[in-house]
């Protein structure tokens, strides 16, 4: 859905949102090693950096 070319920026802005705040990467999770809940949001992160730019950003607004 959204490798579409008629996918909105903002429903991408919004599933990055979701991922970095989701429990699943930010709260304790019994048998699941920290670092790996840590790089998997760092590598969010770091994809939303990438995606997150002024360009990017007035072209949300105008979504």
Not at 12 to 28: G, I, K, P
Request: net charge negative.
């Amino acid at each position: 859905m959204l490798e579409q070319d008629t996918c909105c920026i903002s429903l991408v802005y919004w599933q990055f949102s979701q991922l970095r705040r989701t429990a699943v990467y930010n709260a304790h999770i019994p048998n699941v090693p920290r670092g790996v809940q840590t790089s998997i949001l760092a590598s969010i992160n770091g994809k939303w950096d990438f995606l997150h730019t002024d360009t990017m950003g007035v072209s949300f607004l105008l979504d």
